[in-house]
């Protein structure tokens, strides 16, 4: 098992326009988490599973993978969305359940992505289930002799599931061009890593499949597109899966019907938001001149002009028609 040490922004293959792009990805998520966190506190959102604190991970490994592969996202993946060409107006239209919402038609949870035309394999509620699918997509592409790689993510405590252990052990059997990301927040809704796991890292699972692990500093943007890079030309060499580990900090609660407050302390979620990513990804483009603070403050103000539009139209977009009710539920 490997550690990433430090991050490889002197030798990411980014260029200055791609980093700038990556940063707008990051920024967007995290403006769209912010504005739908407050619809739901206004009443006009019933549910949000926040993704504050864990874009640069999201944005990361989405970038490290092809627009022909197949993404499995997990429920907290907004910055993995946004990464594939997903708009502030989608991410709006499926919050209030509107008729236009692409991954549903407004029929399913927040946070449950599916989107054919990008390879976004829908999800459910019931956590893990995403993991076997995964597999049995890398299955089929590995019998068909493609060059793809399909892609899981899931929180750490995901991976005490009887699911996640199948998948490991066909995966390295058949050595698939599948890659296990595990974006470790630290928290099983309230459940602690240390009451999750007997290990520290997550990664450590992968020895007991003879296949590769690697943990990241998961607020580092480039560590976490490096390590899916590298992970993905594996996969794709037939050297078999990777079972990627993400770590950092969900700096809201689990979902918008949870408090935090009963689990874990005002200081530590405090003490976690000098690695915020949104910072540090900031920072980086301003100390290595992709950006001047003037460009950087109207990036900012472009993205939320972009989400103020986007919740404008989706508060007036229609609902889907009552007739629609059981399509596709019941056999015509």
Not at 58 to 77: E, S
Not at 285 to 313: F, H, K, N
Request: hydrophobic fraction near 40%; glycine fraction near 8%.
């Amino acid at each position: 098992m490997a550690r990433t040490k430090e991050s490889p922004k002197a030798t990411s293959a980014l260029g200055p326009a791609e980093v700038r792009k990556m940063y707008r990805n990051m920024l967007l998520a995290r403006t769209i988490d912010e504005r739908m966190w407050t619809l739901n506190r206004a009443g006009k959102a019933p549910f949000v599973i926040p993704c504050r604190g864990q874009e640069a991970a999201q944005v990361g490994w989405a970038a490290g993978l092809r627009p022909t592969d197949y993404f499995l996202p997990y429920y907290r993946d907004l910055g993995v969305m946004v990464t594939l060409g997903y708009t502030a107006r989608q991410a709006f239209l499926s919050l209030l359940g509107k008729s236009e919402d692409v991954t549903s038609g407004g029929r399913q949870m927040p946070g449950h992505y599916g989107w054919e035309e990008r390879h976004v394999i829908t999800g459910s509620s019931p956590v893990t289930t995403q993991v076997l699918h995964a597999v049995g997509i890398a299955y089929a592409s590995h019998l068909r002799g493609e060059d793809t790689v399909a892609a899981a993510s899931l929180g750490e405590g995901s991976t005490s599931q009887g699911d996640f252990h199948e998948a490991m052990n066909w995966a390295s059997i058949y050595k698939l061009p599948v890659l296990f990301v595990v974006e470790n927040n630290g928290y099983a809704i309230s459940s602690p890593q240390s009451k999750e796991m007997a290990v520290q890292d997550a990664a450590e699972r992968a020895l007991g499949y003879g296949m590769a692990g690697v943990t990241v500093d998961g607020t580092d943007f480039f560590a976490c597109y490096e390590a899916t890079l590298q992970a993905a030309e594996r996969a794709r060499r037939g050297d078999g899966p990777t079972l990627l580990e993400f770590k950092m900090y969900r700096l809201l609660p689990h979902s918008s019907d949870d408090d935090d407050r009963t689990y874990r302390s005002r200081e530590e979620v405090e003490a976690w938001k000098d690695r915020d990513p949104i910072l540090r990804m900031k920072n980086h483009v301003l100390e290595a001149g992709v950006m001047t603070a003037e460009e950087e403050g109207a990036l900012r103000s472009e993205v939320q002009a972009e989400v103020d539009e986007a919740i404008a139209y989706a508060e007036t977009a229609p609902y889907p028609p009552v007739e629609d009710m059981f399509t596709h539920v019941y056999a015509d």
